[in-house]
């Protein structure tokens, strides 16, 4: 079955590591997203792409970057970590279509910044 | 800028009651409306898609019925389960807007035996 997998689960770092958090999915969708789930904020998307080596930025994206060099991996990179980067991150995926298609996500990583 | 709203919070059920989630969005120019499922320290689960073309979609216990005039989802369990309690949540795709979601910030259902 195809699905979309995410690593690691949890992460433990520091303020001002490098981090990067990994997405790989297997639908072989254009489409892939980058959300956080914040308590009082919900779901907000951070970066998304519609294909290789295409990138853009969504409403929270200081701070973070992606690249996609392949339709099935887009790796969310955290320059230097800061503590209000503490977050549950998703990826999702989805087809692009007449009609818009079904999104389809990760289990998340949880994600904390000491 | 599109706001997506579910009411209530969390709702607390007895086993076997039929129970009603709601969600409103602000702009009607939407691609389509999906319901996911959210379990505590989980991913999120698609449920139901109802394009904007549609009224309505059913899987099993569950029906989504979509009102794009009035801006207005519900999802409807019948015969609850303790097994449904989750967080559910609504999201839409705007029209035009390649597959992004705006979310509202989910109903926390717990279903009591």
């Known amino acids: 079955d195809a699905e979309i997998t995410q690593s690691p689960r949890h992460k433990i770092t520091e303020t001002g590591r490098q981090v990067t958090l990994a997405c790989h999915q297997t639908?072989?969708?254009?489409?892939m997203f980058w959300y956080r789930q914040d308590l009082g904020h919900g779901l907000r998307l951070i970066h998304y792409s519609y294909g290789v080596h295409d990138t853009n930025k969504g409403e929270v994206s200081d701070g973070y970057s992606v690249s996609r060099s392949n339709t099935e991996d887009l790796p969310l990179t955290l320059e230097s970590a800061a503590s209000s980067q503490t977050s549950v991150y998703f990826c999702?995926?989805?087809?692009?279509?007449?009609?818009?298609?079904?999104?389809?996500f990760g289990q998340g990583t949880r994600l904390t910044v000491v | 800028k599109q706001e997506v709203t579910q009411i209530p919070a969390a709702l607390s059920v007895p086993e076997g009651e039929n129970l009603v989630l709601n969600c409103s969005f602000t702009d009607s120019a939407i691609y389509n409306l999906q319901w996911f499922r959210q379990d505590p320290g989980k991913g999120l689960t698609s449920l139901l898609l109802?394009?904007?073309?549609?009224r309505e979609q059913t899987s099993g216990r569950l029906n989504a019925s979509l009102d794009k005039s009035s801006g207005r989802s519900t999802l409807y369990i019948a015969a609850s389960q303790p097994g449904d309690s989750a967080t559910y949540l609504c999201a839409v795709e705007i029209y035009n807007q390649g597959g992004k979601l705006i979310f509202g910030q989910g109903t926390e259902l717990s279903v009591k035996p």
């Open positions: 639908w072989n969708h254009n489409n």
């Open positions: 999702a995926s989805s087809d692009p279509g007449a009609g818009g298609s079904e999104a389809f």
């Open positions: 109802i394009q904007s073309s549609q």
